[in-house]
């Protein structure tokens, strides 16, 4: 009982959702289902009912109108039927249109760390197989749920209908087998028989419920490496990797055995009706039938009902049983769909754990601001690594910071920290001598132009892009692409901002460089214009001579920004007021390139003369072909 109390509580939940997300829809699809209930015992109960009146020789004038009532009282139920599922199925896009907003949204709107950790991306998985095999949560109890209603419906009009069956007065026979037939003892018989059937047909829906749903979740992983293979096969990059290696048979291997796996799991579905539900319940109708024939049959010879009311009876009791035993095995379905739900509910439904300060970030006209990091450690969420440890730098606007360090020595994490897509295990960062915490985030964010290595461009138009928004200014636009040495390649583009990159939407899109992209990257971090620039790697993909450029128009690119830049080429990190070495997640020095170089025993030297032997002029300035690349 309690467990149907906590799926009756589900089931409410699910319903409000759904109304959230596309109100009135679904009161639409139950009054639709209300109808489809209603249609066949109209049919049933005026064709009795004409039957009756031809056997009594009523007036062709008076059966053509109950006629006529019949046929319109179908026509009126159809076409009103057909006007609710025209609102439907228009409104149908829009719920799985926020339906499939609400999750995007909810990604948008996670703490990073959460976004970023492993068990998030399992229960996208999750939600993403249930929808995939069995068109599984919010949407399969929309689709079903008024089925549900359809089917209480049917009972409660064949039970209308086929009342007066056992109540109605027997009459007195006094010879033959109909005084065996018409008794209050063959109509309990006839009842019990009823109830055993629809028993029967109760046990056999429900166990063939649960078996074809165990049997589907068998193949929720194959369906996740089928969707795998998808993406590998359809995506421009996996198709090189295809083709160069020679996958096609191994990739179109994998997807015959899984779709091998499908028919199987089908067919043993199949197997299992036909077995325990088909014959059975085959059996079990056609001894219902042939009982309930005698009984009505017999009923009607000997006056105790109208020949008509046979049809209705019959028919009636049979729509009950199916009624019942599709009601059962539909609430066996949403049941077992609940937990599917539940996936759902408990991500959308994640709450943030950062804490959201309220205090506005000054606007500092002279950009006046100062960051420290006070004894700051940190190690990511279920993991016993500390990404950084006791990390103390303090830094103010207008300063050029270079951190340079072996790989997982804890840059990229610094700055995440900074940016506050992390809270500190311990310690604090500082901004302008307040916890960065106790700011309102959203402020927070806007002074800083971060561009990640891992960045990512869509398949918008270049302005769009840049400006990170429809609606933006075109010139300063193609200014801070200029700025970022785009601007070259801007003039050869017909269309300017308004093209499109990459071909996804638009067939004369443009495919860009990874070097082209990058320039992009950056002409976002300045068109955003924020106090604080963060380039991590921001000429990985360049080539020498755009990296030069780069360096050369640093300053002028940067301005009175605070710029902090993250590179494994040493010597490309010379023009920085200061440098921070990190090492094993800690600041081992501090110091400007000259100071730190001629630390002989320091970090810094190290890594300079390991990355000096690969120089082809090892006079000073130049470019470091090879070096170390932070992940």
């Known amino acids: ?54 056997l009594s020789g009523f007036p062709m004038e008076e059966i053509l109108v109950y006629v006529g009532i019949t046929v319109g009282l179908h026509f009126s139920i159809n076409m009103l039927n057909r006007l609710l599922w025209y609102f439907i199925r228009v409104r149908d896009n829009l719920l799985n249109n926020n339906y499939s907003r609400s999750k995007k949204a909810k990604v948008a709107e996670l703490d990073y760390d959460l976004v970023d950790n492993v068990e998030t991306q399992k229960t996208l998985n999750k939600i993403f197989q249930h929808e995939n095999v069995n068109n599984g949560g919010i949407l399969l109890f929309y689709y079903n749920a008024p089925n549900l209603i359809h089917q209480i419906f049917t009972v409660i009009f064949s ?49 063939r419920a649960h078996y074809a749903t165990n049997e589907w979740q068998k193949f929720t992983f194959c369906n996740q490496f089928l969707s795998s293979i998808f993406t590998v096969m359809y995506a421009a990059a996996g198709s090189m990797q295809v083709r160069i290696y020679n996958q096609k048979k191994r990739l179109l291997d994998a997807l015959h055995v899984n779709a091998k796996m499908a028919d199987a799991i089908g067919e043993n579905i199949s197997r299992y009706q036909l077995k325990h539900e088909t014959i059975i319940m085959g059996i079990t109708e056609t001894v219902m039938q042939i009982v309930l024939y005698t009984f009505a049959g017999l009923g009607a010879l000997v006056g105790r009902f109208s020949v008509g009311s ?23 379905l949403l049941r ?8 759902y509910f408990d991500f959308i439904e994640t709450p943030s754990h950062m804490y959201q300060g309220s205090l506005t970030v000054e606007k500092r006209s002279d950009r006046n601001y100062n960051v420290e990091f006070r004894d700051v450690s940190f190690r990511y969420p279920n993991t016993d690594f500390w990404a950084l440890r006791h990390v103390d730098l303090k830094f103010n606007i207008g300063e050029k910071l270079a951190v340079v360090g072996m790989n997982g020595s804890g840059k990229t994490t610094m700055i995440k920290l900074m940016c506050r897509l992390y809270d500190p295990t311990e310690g604090q960062i500082f901004l302008n001598g307040i916890d960065i915490r106790k700011y309102d985030y959203k402020e927070y964010m806007l002074i800083f132009s971060v561009v990640f290595q891992d960045f990512k461009l869509f398949a918008f138009t270049l302005g769009e892009n840049v400006a990170t928004g429809t609606e933006y200014d075109e010139e300063r636009v193609k200014a801070c692409l200029v700025e970022a040495n785009f601007g070259d390649r801007l003039a050869t583009l017909e269309k300017g901002t308004k093209t499109y990159l990459y071909r996804n939407f638009e067939k004369d899109g443009v495919e860009i460089s990874g070097g082209e992209a990058q320039k992009i990257a950056l002409a976002r971090a300045l068109y955003k214009d924020a106090p604080f620039i963060i380039l991590d790697e921001p000429t990985a993909a360049l080539d020498p001579i755009a990296e030069a450029e780069v360096y050369s128009n640093f300053n002028k690119i ?35 390139h000259d100071e730190l170089v001629a630390d002989v025993n320091g970090k810094y030297h190290e890594l300079w003369n390991a990355q000096a032997q690969y120089y082809s002029d090892k006079k000073e300035g130049c470019i470091a072909p090879l070096g170390m690349v932070e992940k």
């Open 558 to 592: 940067v301005g009175d920004k605070t710029a902090i830049y993250i590179s494994h080429r040493l010597s490309s990190c010379r023009f920085c007021d200061k440098i921070a070495v990190f090492d094993r997640g800690s600041i081992v020095q501090v110091g400007t």
């Open 159 to 207: 039970v209308a209908m086929t009342f007066s069956l056992f109540v109605s007065p027997y009459p007195y026979v006094g010879s033959g087998v109909t005084k065996y037939v018409v008794t209050p003892y063959f109509g309990a018989f006839v009842l019990l028989l009823c109830v055993i059937s629809v028993w029967i047909s109760v046990h056999c829906s429900t166990k």
């Open 310 to 332: 046979i049809v209705k009876y019959i028919s009636s009791i049979l729509q009950f049983t199916n009624a019942v035993a599709a009601f059962v095995s539909i609430l066996e």
């Open 336 to 343: 077992y769909n609940n937990a599917m739900s539940k996936v």
């Open 1 to 54: 009982m309690k467990a149907l109390l906590a799926d009756l509580k589900m089931f409410v939940k699910t319903a409000r959702h759904i109304e959230s997300l596309c109100r009135g829809n679904l009161f639409l699809k139950l009054i639709s289902a209300i109808l489809d209930s209603v249609q066949p015992f109209v049919n049933i109960y005026m064709s009795a009912k004409i039957v009756d009146m031809l």
